[in-house]
């Protein structure tokens, strides 16, 4: 995955600080939102190539928001978070086209192997 836009999902505040920090300084552009369906409406617009979406989330979960992602036929790459997850999780993620799986808390080195 190369530089460009990416979108972070996700309601825990300091995680998105954290992680926008990281990949702005890594020369991203990065947005974010804590709504499903908030992302879904950035997406449309901002057109990011990767999406860092939260599994819970308040209203439409990360679940939900993947498949209406899926829905809408974006060419974009998401990485599914959680920090409530386990494997089956993780498989069924990865089944409604999820590109891979982060467990939290994250590993900020492996968040960055996604973009070498």
Not at 49 to 71: K, R, Y
Not at 74 to 81: L, T
Request: charged letters at 20%; proline letters at 3%; aromatic letters at 6%.
């Amino acid at each position: 995955m190369g530089k460009g836009q990416l979108l972070i999902v996700d309601d825990d505040e300091d995680l998105v600080k954290s992680l926008s920090g990281l990949l702005y300084d890594e020369g991203f552009k990065v947005s974010s939102t804590a709504d499903g369906r908030e992302a879904l409406a950035l997406i449309r617009t901002i057109t990011p190539a990767v999406v860092l979406l939260d599994v819970w989330l308040p209203g439409m979960d990360g679940v939900e928001t993947l498949q209406a992602l899926q829905g809408m036929h974006a060419d974009v790459e998401v990485i599914v978070m959680s920090g409530h997850g386990n494997i089956a999780t993780a498989v069924h993620m990865t089944r409604l086209g999820a590109f891979d799986y982060l467990e939290k808390p994250l590993s900020l080195y492996k968040v960055l192997s996604f973009f070498e």
